[in-house]
């Protein structure tokens, strides 16, 4: 079984995607969530969030496709351990009270190489709507596994303050643009 494309609305004209129907699991060691941010207007920090948890359940359909993510936000590698304590710190992230933050989508549509994934994300107690701009990578064996790999590239960005994370306006940009490098492990078969 495979995921269908649905841009026409009918999945019997629609291309088909080589992904089995069932969960396919995060590939941990060929993953990373990545972000960027102004710092003072004139240049820009990057940093990655190490823990990630995820999961795709592939349907019969796109629509009845999802993606589930939970990223634990006390991982976060800037590059440097002083700025990444300070950005934990209550003044700031308040990881305390924001230990993590997760992804549902609750739509995806598309065709070929590109899609669109549009969810909700919740950092805190806030949830807010945030599309992403997937690139579907392929699939492919890997030497010595029996379980195939799907890779996506999905783009996109956030307000801070639409999370209640309006801090050091000014000092941080309020846009942070996302980048994900995702490969999924296809179903175990039985």
């Not at 790999?149 to 846009?175: C, K, M, N, Q, Y």
């Amino acid at each position: 079984m495979t995921l269908q494309a649905t841009d026409t609305g009918s999945a019997a004209s629609a291309p088909a995607l080589p992904l089995d129907a069932g969960t396919w699991e995060i590939e941990p060691f060929h993953s990373a969530v990545n972000f960027s941010i102004r710092h003072l207007g004139i240049s820009k920090v990057r940093g990655r969030f190490a823990d990630v948890q995820a999961e795709l359940l592939v349907g019969e359909r796109a629509e009845d496709s999802s993606v589930t993510a939970t990223i634990a936000l006390a991982s976060i590698d800037t590059g440097n351990k002083d700025r990444d304590a300070h950005v934990l710190a209550s003044d700031l992230l308040d990881v305390e009270k924001r230990p993590t933050m997760t992804y549902r989508s609750t739509r995806i549509h598309g065709a070929g190489e590109e899609w669109a994934m549009e969810g909700e994300l919740t950092i805190g107690d806030v949830t807010r709507e945030v599309t992403l701009d997937v690139e579907f990578g392929g699939v492919e064996g890997f030497p010595g596994q029996d379980r195939r790999h799907a890779g996506f590239e999905a783009t996109g960005e956030i307000r801070r303050s639409d999370f209640g994370l309006d801090f050091a306006p000014g000092l941080l940009g309020e846009v942070v643009k996302i980048q994900l490098d995702m490969q999924f492990l296809e179903p175990v078969r039985s």
